[in-house]
């Protein structure tokens, strides 16, 4: 599982900035749908933290720490809020 979780992560780093990339490119070239490129790439770099989260709050509970695996969860309830939040003003 850690050689999986490690490579999501890797990869969703990457595809995120190369999303940004790319979306700069286009950008520059004057193309109408840049800035959705640019979001799926912000959105690819937000989501990566999060999956890191969810794994360290599993790691916590596995070491049977609940209160701190508690308030990884939290953290990551708020975080996935805000992100909803931020994906529901840029779609309207």
Known sequence: MRTSVALVLS???KVGVAACAVATALYALGWSWAPEVALGGVLVLFATP???LAVVARGFLAE???RVALAA???LAALLAVA???ALRAAL
């Open 11 to 13: 990869l969703g780093s």
């Open 50 to 52: 999060l999956v890191r």
């Open 64 to 66: 049977r720490r609940p």
């Open 84 to 86: 909803v939040r931020a």
């Open 73 to 75: 969860l939290a953290v």
